[in-house]
């Protein structure tokens, strides 16, 4: 039976402002500061993110969300994963809720394009790890400060492998309408010094679309890995765009999460430009 209940806001007012005046106020100050100055030529095909709260890790995913904001009548679909933190998953579950909800309004999810993913083994519907999860939550508001009328679908990725990833994303891959949105820190925890060179090394191997080792380089490493084997197959290129921890923004440094942002552009002359900076 389809669920017919909204998924409200599980981490507003913890990892973002609870209202929708503050909240609007906060995402918009955070683009504010990460805006370029550059006129962006083509969308990004994908993003990688960071989810921890605005104060610590919204800088850094604001460096990517910034860049879709020339195209937000163009993107109509936004696929978000991100790691499963609280209910064990065996595989990808999508929701069987509507629209999910922030302080900012509803977002439709795209029923349409999840019904095409139900034949597939690694593919589950699972509302539970979705109730919860704030790695998918806290990209939400962004998306609906930068782009206009969009549609979700969202995967809460559990134990599965990249090839099982990819082949979900492959089949959602669409055109110039739908962007892919991975979710995912970096290490975690580890003294300042340290974690930057853990972050470097793993925001290395992304950039040369290498899969990562394990998932203490980044939470997310099985979208992440995902998305480079798909990155492969379609000539995707990465550009780093922000790396950084939470020492850096507003945390001390003896025990620090990384987090990084990436834009993967389709191989085309305009759009490699655009990706400069």
């Not at 083509?42 to 993110?49: C, E, R, S």
């Not at 950039?207 to 990155?231: V, W």
């Not at 990465?238 to 440094?253: I, Q």
Request: contains cysteine; aromatic residues 6%; charged residues 20%.
């Amino acid at each position: 039976m389809e669920s017919i209940t909204v998924r409200p806001p599980a981490v507003a007012g913890l990892f973002y402002a609870g209202n929708a005046t503050a909240l609007d106020r906060e995402v918009g100050a955070l683009l504010a500061e990460a805006a370029t100055g550059k006129e962006e030529l083509a969308p990004p095909k994908a993003l990688i993110v960071p989810h921890a709260g605005y104060i610590y890790s919204g800088p850094v995913a604001a460096s990517a969300f910034v860049r879709l904001a020339p195209f937000g009548a163009q993107i109509r679909r936004v696929v978000l994963l991100g790691p499963c933190h609280r209910v064990a998953v065996r595989g990808l579950a999508v929701p069987l809720a509507p629209a999910f909800a922030t302080p900012l309004g509803s977002i439709p999810i795209d029923r349409a394009a999840i019904d095409t993913l139900l034949d597939m083994p690694q593919v589950v519907r699972h509302d539970g790890a979705h109730a919860e999860e704030h790695s998918l939550e806290v990209q939400l508001p962004f998306l609906q400060r930068v782009l206009d009328n969009f549609a979700l679908v969202p995967l809460a990725v559990g134990y599965a492998s990249a090839e099982e990833v990819a082949e979900v994303l492959d089949r959602l891959w669409g055109g110039p309408e739908t962007l892919i949105v991975v979710s995912s820190d970096l290490s975690h925890y580890h003294p300042y010094a340290d974690a930057q060179r853990r972050d470097r090394h793993t925001a290395d191997a992304i950039a040369h679309l290498h899969s990562l080792a394990d998932h203490e380089q980044a939470c997310g490493a099985t979208p992440i890995n995902g998305l480079i084997e798909i990155a492969q197959r379609r000539g995707l290129t990465p550009r780093l765009l922000d790396l950084r921890n939470s020492g850096d923004t507003a945390g001390d440094k003896l025990r620090v999460v990384g987090y990084a942002s990436f834009a993967f552009y389709e191989a085309n002359p305009a759009q490699r430009q655009s990706g400069n900076g």
